[in-house]
DNA sequence: CATGAATGAGATTTCATTCAT
DNA sequence: AATGAATGAAATCTCATTCAT
């Protein structure tokens, strides 16, 4: 039973191991480009293990992204029903959660952007996309409805809470992407935690009434 | 005379005609998927024709970036250089002029934005790509500069220029990336502008110390 | 137009020139070991000119099937049709016209007898697979038909008449097959015309009551 | 002793259990399609366990025609040999052994008629071939003597010997192709071997002179 | 000039076979 | 003895680019 045991181990690690070199690769050269040769030799594995652990390279791509935001979703989640925070604090930590996921899986980013585009996904990658909306939706319809609450107190700008959502999010995403495509160019030491905290200050302040906050509960 | 002259104008309709096609097919496909053959089929030409305008595909893509690019450059010197508008006025017109360029030729902003990435272009590519960062670096000036001075003028928040320059620049991006994404998924009236207006609305909001703007001139 | 149409008959001709190869290749080798480089080779064009002709390896060896299939099918009616010959004239008809088909394209046979078995066809071939069956279930029924009336006329034992159709239909695949199989142990002169005559001599001899014969028209 | 007794005859039931899967699978899918692991899978064992049996996927597939084939040289032969039998009532008994071993193992047959090509077949499978070839001829002579022996007496119709040979060997080899095919068709009820007999039937009428049959010995 | 056709080079995918346990 | 995992080698298919007309 050990045995058996160890090579379940062993098996999830190579997975593992398959997984991160994906990610590495997926990450500099982008779906189409990158290769599956590409990936075997970043895993120091033959290129037949890989199939022998997904079925093709889009199945290899999915599983990637499907992991990861649903780490992001529960993060979200247990923010979202967390009733000691103030809606000011959610987003903070709403930002938080983003970062770590992002931080650690750009790729996902990447998708849930439409980075690699429609076109050139195949039939079981659009059964992935159709997951990842969905899950993407979920995340959103939280920050939704959190907006909505600071904007029936009075504590943000009457606007529509989607607006919000978009720019909140938008302004996220293009950081990152942006950080990326700096570093890229520039590599060097990395303020981008800090960059991103301002942009959430400045964005908060923007929209808030200047009404005092809500120091209590959110819900 | 005549004949030389409808050659010539000929000659430049054709190429126009060839980077229509190939920002449409680009911007649908990326650059590793679109096809010459598809781009030819765009623009209604037999394959090796695209091959007498552009010396490959790689060219074809650089050059359909760096007139757009170069464009936007004009743009916002022109703005820049304008002393008769406020600094908020300046970065108003600032965002039109990235609208109007980025509406017009999304793929542009997908290169700055590094989303076709480094390894997989060329040697031709990485050429056009140094271009592009020059001419990006360019424009990201004339933004700091702006912030710089409304920091100074004590109407903006005292924070490092290129702070603002990332965030204003960044959510841009973004808004523009996730309007993308968002009508891949649902397609359906455009509120592209009013979302974008209000969220520099809100950036400029969370920027502003709340002292009395300038009236006058920026420079 | 002397240029396109030269074109257009160059281009028929190379498609022949494929199909011709493929053929030879598909005949010897089956649709699963033969490959796209050996008839390339056959053909004498490079592997991805086959490719600008035919979609995929499946679409090509059904194209073979279907012309040729065709065409039997054209025969075996004109002869069914034919009032001025005997029943017993149009069988021996029928067996030229299967004769002179199936030497000329082996393949045929080989699919018709599903020899190329079903669980190693893909989705397009299942296709052809269909269009087979349809008009080889044609010829049957005409086959058919003839013997029904043989047995009506009391020329024939009176037997099912699809017995009939299948017997013939078996010993003609049958010496066709095994015709192969033996020159492939040992070539030599091709005695097989003669064989498939005397079979279908005793074939008849085998069927008929004895009865005189009709010597009129059959329809 | 028990021990020792025990591990051989598990060691034969295991490899007839790879046998059986081997030939269901090999008839299903046919040789080139057929996998390694397809077998493993059918026979409910590991994938290395297979070759622990067999040298390699050849050697497999060869072992599984000599078997058959062998097992029907030996009912030809006692047939053959039995001098109590007429010659018609030989030839039923041919056409009875026959269809039992194919009926019990396809493949073979397909071997036989070169289903799977030549080309396709590696050194030790052409040995197979040989192998069967000569089994094959052993059998068809015993055939050919019949068939003289009845020429000689009369009763068949005065042609060579290999002509009756080959006109039974192929109406029985069509049948059972066709019969296959039919049934992937259109799965039914199995009237085949009463179709084989009657084709029997009629192939022995088409034969006979009509002279009184021999009621005595063949031999 | 414009172009259809041909192709080399390279990517994905499959599978028989070996190996370590 | 039995096996799951790893992989080299080979097959299918794609596409940027060239060439002859």
């Known amino acids: 039973m050990g045995i058996k045991e160890r090579r379940i181990r062993e098996k999830e690690m190579r997975q593992q191991q398959i997984v991160t070199a994906a990610k590495q690769v997926f990450l500099h050269k982008g779906l189409k480009s990158a290769t599956i040769e590409d990936i075997a030799i970043e895993a120091e594995l033959g290129v037949a293990t890989i199939y022998a652990y997904f ?32 809606i000011e604090q959610k987003i903070i930590k709403f930002k938080d959660a983003m ?8 790729v996902l980013l990447r998708n849930i952007f ?5 076109e050139t ?13 969905q899950l993407t939706r979920k995340i959103l319809t939280m920050f939704a ?37 700096k570093t890229a160019i520039n590599p060097k030491k990395d303020f981008f935690k800090s960059s991103l905290d301002e942009a959430f200050d400045i964005f908060l302040r923007g929209i808030k009434t200047g009404k005092a906050t809500d120091k209590g509960k959110s819900k």
Chains 1, 2, 3, 4 share one sequence.
């Open 114 to 118: 439409r980075v690699e585009l429609e």
């Open 55 to 86: 079925k093709n390279k889009d199945e290899l791509y999915a599983s990637l992204n499907l992991i990861t935001l649903e780490y992001l979703v529960d993060q979200v989640e247990i923010v979202y029903h967390n009733d000691s925070l103030s």
């Open 121 to 133: 996904l195949t039939a079981l990658s659009r059964e992935l996309l159709e997951q990842i909306n």
């Open 99 to 106: 970062y770590n996921t992002f931080r650690f899986d750009p």
């Open 145 to 181: 409805n959190i907006f909505d609450e600071g904007v029936k107190q009075g504590i943000f700008l009457p606007r529509h809470k989607m607006l919000f959502v978009d720019i909140m999010w938008s302004t996220f995403a293009g950081l990152v992407i942006w950080e990326g495509a």
